[in-house]
């Protein structure tokens, strides 16, 4: 029996793992009466599940995707309902010319910074953070996925500066969370694992913003699905 958190960032990520769990979207509990973060608690194959939301911005009414609220969602499930194995479950972008395809679901061997460029001897290599993940080959076999490098970064679009780092990692995936979720998890040394389900080619001809909102919930349904899955072989 584990405690698995799963941390995720837009609730329309979370809906069809919800839903399989057979979750009523309406009753979340909150981590903090300050904070915007939403919790569901479950049991299933035998382990305690807690789902953290990074819950709706406050101020623009939109979903709290990015790097600092899902640090605060990662040290809640850590402290407070004491996880010792952390999913984080979600969107990302996909390069096509690494083989990423539209809904198409990964775990990450490695995952690595592509927005802290600190060229201080030391720094830099701190604010890249690259971190290697050894559990997902054995994960991505099980479900029968393959694994992928993934960067993260605060952005959805792609800085020249950005594309640099990206190329040179040769990541295949582009998130706004998974570095920053793994830089936690290494503090604490706590096993994490990474699905990320592609909803957009980011060296494609489509604006990002548009496929993202296109293929959200079709990547969101293929996620769930291996979410599940997922948690079957735990
Ligand atoms: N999440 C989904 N698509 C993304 C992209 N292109 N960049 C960053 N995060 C994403």
Redesign the pocket.
Known sequence: MKNIAVIMAMDSEAAPLLNKLEINHKIAGKIDEHLPMKVYKTKYHGHNISIVTSGECKRNKVQNVGTAPAVISTLTAIKDFKADFIINAG???GFKKRGADIGKVYTVDTTVFHDRRIPIPGYQEYGTYRSEHKIATDYAKALNIETAIISTGDS?DMSPEDEKLIESNLALL???EAAAIAWVTDQYSIPTLFLKSV??I?DGEHP?EEE?FANLKLASENLGEKLIELIEKI
Do not use: S
């Open positions: 969107t990302a972008g959805l582009k998130d706004m909803t957009d980011v990002t993202f």
